[in-house]
């Protein structure tokens, strides 16, 4: 059984910086691709960035490219998301997700965490 649990999601201002983690229990992490994607309230869930198994690749939505970093520690399962100049976007919820193939795209995502909560005030 896989599990993704998202942390460090927190109320913030605009101009801040936050970096989320996702831990994995799962012993193919190694192996997938994972992605992160967040949703506001009433909104669709929008892909933010993913990143090879290996961390070798990485791709952005535009809307981040240049403040956010994907990254992972393979050793120790977990997946991160560096965010800096936060917008004043009001309240997000992030999600890692693991991927069975490299990308954008929802519907190749497999396992999603219950996500990690942000808020970014002016």
């Known amino acids: 059984q896989v599990q993704l649990v998202e942390s460090g999601g927190r109320l913030v201002q605009s101009g801040d910086s936050l970096r989320l983690s996702c831990a994995a229990s799962?012993?193919?992490?190694?192996?997938?691709?994972m992605g992160w994607f967040r949703q506001a309230p009433g909104a669709a869930r929008e892909f933010v960035a993913a990143i090879s198994s290996g961390g070798g690749s990485t791709y952005y939505a535009d809307s981040f490219k240049g403040r956010f970093t994907i990254s992972r520690d393979n050793a120790k399962n977990t997946l991160y998301l560096q965010m800096n100049s936060l917008q004043p976007e009001g309240t997000d919820v992030y999600h890692c997700?693991?991927?069975?193939?490299?990308?954008?795209?929802?519907?190749?995502?497999?396992?999603w965490g219950q996500g990690t909560q942000d808020t970014v005030s002016s």
């Open positions: 997700a693991t991927q069975y193939r490299f990308g954008s795209e929802l519907a190749d995502c497999v396992t």
């Open positions: 799962i012993r193919t992490f190694r192996s997938s691709a």
